[in-house]
């Protein structure tokens, strides 16, 4: 039996990447066909994720997007509709490109575009970062200080303990905002577990439990991650064998994707149910930019 203070304890931030699977792979295999619309399929996500969070939460249901700029253009109704539920609009990129293979200036330029679309949509502020694919180190104070040009916070990194965190933010010339998304070493010292997407996706849901305790236990406050995929019964979110026309590595893809939507859907729910039933929600990550002293 938990008691009460323990149950505050278990408690993290529910983040989305939100993103357009389809577009997102086409483009980055160069493929000429500019994908349909999968505007229903990720209605659907959106709600299935939603509803299912808001069985377990009580009091705060509010979470934060992190949305690309094609999703402003290609879904505006969508990054509306998740406004005016109250959620937070964040960024997650212009297109899903890698950060470290940007220049500084285009890092500006991309994120600066990305976020005006978003606002222009959203009629928010947009204060949040996510790198695509966590595609930024560290230690790259160049491209970090570009991001912090343009965001107020950014949670692109991961790290284990607050010891961690603290050696790198007393290195760091960058004046930013983390909200690092962490990672665990749990099944061996040299395999890291980040708490969320893939990882949750993949190995039994005792995995990413374990990391997220072992985060609570080494004083940073969680953060999870999903994407619209992970909770999609269907295979409309993958690109058809006419969209990857072109594309490097046609049937390559086309199979890695198919398995990849295929596999271990059906127990994602379940995962997904025992994660929310467990652990409280915190709320929007923009919330935490009103408490001055605790980015963790
Ligand atoms: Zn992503």
Partial sequence: MVNENEVAKLAVHYTVDLEDFTYDLCRSLDSNILPKLRTDSLFESYHNILNLL???QENISNITFFCTGVMADRYPDL???IVSDGHEIACHGNFHDDIYGMTTKEVRDSLSEAKDKLSNISGMEIKGFRAPKFSINKNDYARLQAI???FEYDSSLHFQSKQDYQSWRNNCTVDIKEFPVPY???ISSKFMIKTGGSYLKLFPKSVVRTAIHKTIKNNITPI???HP???YYGYDMLASWNELKGASSKLYWYIRQTQWAGAFNWSQKNKLKSIFKEFKNLGRLDKRLLNKHNHL
């Fill in 148 to 150: 912090s040009e343009v």
């Fill in 224 to 226: 999870i991650y999903f």
């Fill in 79 to 81: 990054i509306k509709l």
């Fill in 54 to 56: 808001s069985l377990f």
């Fill in 184 to 186: 665990q070493s749990i």
């Fill in 229 to 231: 995929y992970d909770l």
